[in-house]
Structure formats: structure tokens, C-alpha cells
């Protein structure tokens, strides 16, 4: 597609379901980024793919997330045994991979919408 | 690590200019983002700086200072459609790649 997708947009769930969120990215698009946005909030950062691998993990919130990324493309996002707290937009977004002075911006998803009840 | 720090936010009149500022400080840097996010919507890109100086783009501008670790927005001739948060982010680059790391927004509410 010509922009990041993500399903679904909206997931409701119950306290201590375990959910798979999934990002498609940017065809070509060597970086991929997961955020997670609270309410009223700023983007919080959780992981980072180059290519399939994930050089950095420090922004997951717990041993709950894990984050794969498969032929340096599709990503999914799975959160285990879900908590109210993890209630959350999850926005992914993507960016081709420059050297400068080249403009790599990072282009968003609508996000997903989860709720935990 | 990283630390970018914004207003949290703003008020201004229809027709005016406001500057938002960004500083930060990372263990590497490879460039300065804007980006700007309506409620209930994804960020678009507004801007990009990696070099000293200012970066004009119809309305808004954004200049940058890698000595002094700051960036600022600009916007001019405000409309109420500028109503938004706006994230400053910037390229870090202290694990050898391209860590993307947001500010936590500034809130500018325009009114008539």
C-alpha cells in the first residue's frame, strides 16, 4: 500500500487476554518504529527495527511486550496477559534509511486503539 | 539516553506568531524533526533540520542549533486549523542506527 497500515484499528480486551497488534510498513522501508501514545500523552518510544533486527528494545514496558519483525517488513506488536494500564494508542511508524544530509522522515499509522477492561 | 524537553503548552490569537521551542540532549545526533498531530489522528511531518539555521516552509519554519541543543517552530499568520500538538523528535544515534525519540508535545490552542 502506499502508507503505513495497522490492524486492527480499534481492540477491546479482557484483563489478562494476550493481544497481536501488526504494522505494515512502507514497502522498502528499512526502520520501523512502535510507540505507544496514553491519553493526552506524548509518544513513548518501545522499540526499533532496522531491517529484522532490534537494536534497540529499552522502551518496552515489561517481560509482557515482545516485538517481531519478519523479511524486513511486516511487525507485530504482542502484548501477554493484557493489564488495564497497557490501555494505550500503539502507533507504528516507518522511515527509509539515510545517510545526511538526506531527510528520513518517519511516516505514521493510524494506530491501534487498545482497550482493556 | 535521551532528554527533549517542550512547553507543555500554548495559547494564541488567530492571525499571530508563536514559537515553539525544543531542547534536548542526546549521545548522538543525526537531526531534529516536527511533526504535528491532531486529536484522534497520527503525526504528519512539518519539518526537518540537521545543519545550523533555518528551515522555511510556507507558514512555518524551523531553525536549529546543535551547539546549544535547540530547535524552535515557527508559525506564522496563525489559523484555528493550527490547533494541534506539535512533537519535536530527534535522530538519535548512540546505538550505531537511527533511534526516532519524540518530545512530549506542546498543546498550541488557537482562538479567534
Known amino acids: 500500500g502506499a502508507g503505513v497500515s495497522q490492524s486492527p484499528s480499534n481492540k477491546v480486551t479482557e484483563k489478562g487476554k494476550d493481544v497481536e497488534l501488526r504494522c505494515d510498513p512502507i514497502s522498502g522501508h528499512t526502520a520501523l518504529y512502535w510507540y505507544r501514545q496514553s491519553l493526552g500523552q506524548g509518544l513513548e518510544f518501545l522499540i526499533y527495527?532496522?531491517?529484522?533486527?532490534?537494536?534497540?528494545k529499552s522502551g518496552l514496558p515489561s517481560d509482557r511486550f515482545s516485538a517481531e519483525r519478519t523479511g524486513g517488513s511486516v511487525s507485530t506488536l504482542t502484548i501477554q496477559r493484557t493489564q488495564q494500564e497497557d490501555s494505550a494508542v500503539y502507533l507504528c511508524?516507518?522511515?527509509?534509511?539515510?545517510?545526511?544530509?538526506?531527510?528520513?522522515?518517519?511516516?505514521f499509522g493510524q494506530g491501534t486503539r487498545l482497550t482493556v477492561v | 539516553g535521551q532528554n527533549i524537553d517542550q512547553p507543555t503548552e500554548m495559547t494564541a490569537t488567530e492571525g499571530a506568531i508563536v514559537q515553539i521551542n525544543c531542547t534536548y540532549q542526546t549521545s548522538g545526533f543525526n537531526g531534529l524533526f516536527w511533526y504535528q498531530q491532531h486529536a484522534g489522528e497520527a503525526p504528519t511531518f512539518l519539518s526537518y533540520n540537521v545543519l545550523d539555521g533555518l528551515e522555511e516552509k510556507g507558514r512555518f519554519s524551523s531553525f536549529l542549533s546543535r551547539s546549544k541543543g535547540y530547535s524552535y517552530l515557527l508559525l506564522k499568520e496563525l489559523q484555528m486549523k493550527d490547533s494541534a500538538s506539535y512533537l519535536c523528535?530527534?535522530?538519535?544515534?548512540?546505538?550505531?542506527?537511527?533511534?526516532?525519540?519524540f518530545g512530549t508535545g506542546t498543546r498550541l490552542l488557537v482562538s479567534p
Open positions: 511508524a516507518s522511515s527509509p534509511t539515510g545517510s545526511l544530509p538526506m531527510n528520513t522522515e518517519a511516516f
Open positions: 523528535a530527534v535522530r538519535d544515534t548512540a546505538t550505531g542506527f537511527q533511534k526516532l525519540v
Open positions: 527495527f532496522q531491517g529484522n533486527s532490534a537494536p534497540d
